[in-house]
């Protein structure tokens, strides 16, 4: 069996909000924006965005036991890459593994992924 990935689903509390910073990030297209849902895509792949009552966002660092997922992005610069997405509503976690490999950063909606740098 071959599969393809096609869509990446994320829980958030503002699925437009969250668009538009992934959009701005990725330089993809928001696709769907309403209240409910909002979705990016550069014409293979999507990320989508769905509104949940309640919405808690996950911790960083994760705690034992618990089994989450997170994006890694590829990027030139990574510094220039931080600041960019800290302009865009990220924000910087106190812990950051790795040792400077790749930053883990927060999304508006506390999703953690990460910058890395391109090989």
């Given amino acids: 069996m071959t599969a393809q990935l ?9 699925p437009q909000g969250l668009a538009a910073f992934y959009g701005s ?5 928001v696709t769907h924006s309403t209240e409910e849902y909002g979705m990016v895509s550069d014409g ?3 990320i989508g965005f769905g509104r949940v009552a309640d919405y808690t966002p996950p911790a960083w660092p994760d ?17 220039a890459a931080v ?11 106190e812990f950051q593994p790795g040792g ?6 927060l999304d508006p909606a506390g999703h953690p992924f990460c910058l890395c740098r391109a090989s």
Avoid: E, Q, Y
């Fill in 6 to 14: 096609i869509m990446v689903n994320l829980d958030c509390a503002d």
């Fill in 25 to 29: 990030v990725l330089d993809w297209p």
């Fill in 44 to 46: 293979h792949t999507s």
């Fill in 63 to 79: 705690s034992p036991g618990t089994k989450r997922f997170h994006l890694d992005l590829s990027v030139p610069d990574l510094d």
């Fill in 83 to 93: 600041d960019t997405c800290v302009g865009l509503g990220a924000t910087v976690p």
């Fill in 100 to 105: 400077g490999r790749w930053r883990v950063l």
